[in-house]
């Protein structure tokens, strides 16, 4: 936290509080929220509701489904869409949650599907690739917040791994790195686009 210039903020709710100035002198949040739907829900309603928050940006990691794709762990994309691949209701399609677009942004998009249990199966991972290229399991209930209170959700991923037999190990070997690499793509962002 000290590398980015956060410093702990005093507030009673669910989740660590972090603040922060921006470049331009706006007050930022960082809440880390923990893994999985229901933190990264609980969190992010807390942030709308208590914190006055303007806007949700959710930041962290992901898997790639596609095994044909050039893309590689380390890159880092802005979400375009997102949908809930393990939750169905019979007859019903997924529903396809849009993402607020980050203005000026160079960081390249891709579409997301949001899981409740890590993939690490190559069946499993054939069915999700379906519905997006990544996959994460936080950011269709971020997303799905944001549009209740009726603000923007913004989604920022970088790849860990292949979402694929085995992978587990790559996630581990990769995250600090992966996690560095999004805490300075989210400081560059905050800093001129926000």
């Given at each position: ?6 410093k702990?903020?005093a ?27 229901v ?9 709308l ?66 899981v ?23 950011g ?20 860990t ?5 085995g ?26 686009q926000?």
């Amino acid at each position: 936290m000290q590398r980015h210039y956060c410093k702990p903020e005093a507030a009673n709710g669910p989740v660590e509080l972090y603040s922060c100035r921006t470049a331009g002198g706006r007050k930022a949040l960082l809440s880390i929220c923990g893994m999985g739907k229901v933190a990264a829900a609980v969190a992010s309603q807390w942030l709308l509701l208590s914190q006055k928050s303007e806007a949700i940006i959710n930041v962290g990691v992901c898997g790639i489904l596609d095994p044909l794709t050039k893309w590689s762990t380390g890159q880092i994309f802005q979400i375009r869409q997102v949908v809930e691949g393990d939750h169905e209701l019979p007859g019903l399609s997924h529903t396809v949650h849009v993402c607020a677009p980050l203005p000026r942004s160079d960081l390249p998009s891709a579409d997301l599907v949001t899981v409740d249990k890590p993939v690490f199966r190559d069946k499993i991972r054939q069915q999700l690739a379906a519905m997006g290229s990544l996959v994460d399991m936080e950011g269709a209930a971020v997303v799905r917040v944001a549009r209740i209170y009726n603000r923007p959700a913004y989604l920022i991923k970088g790849v860990t791994d292949f979402a694929a037999n085995g992978q587990r190990s790559m996630l581990y070997a990769n995250l600090d790195a992966v996690s560095v690499r999004l805490a300075e793509t989210i400081t560059r962002i905050i800093d001129f686009q926000l």
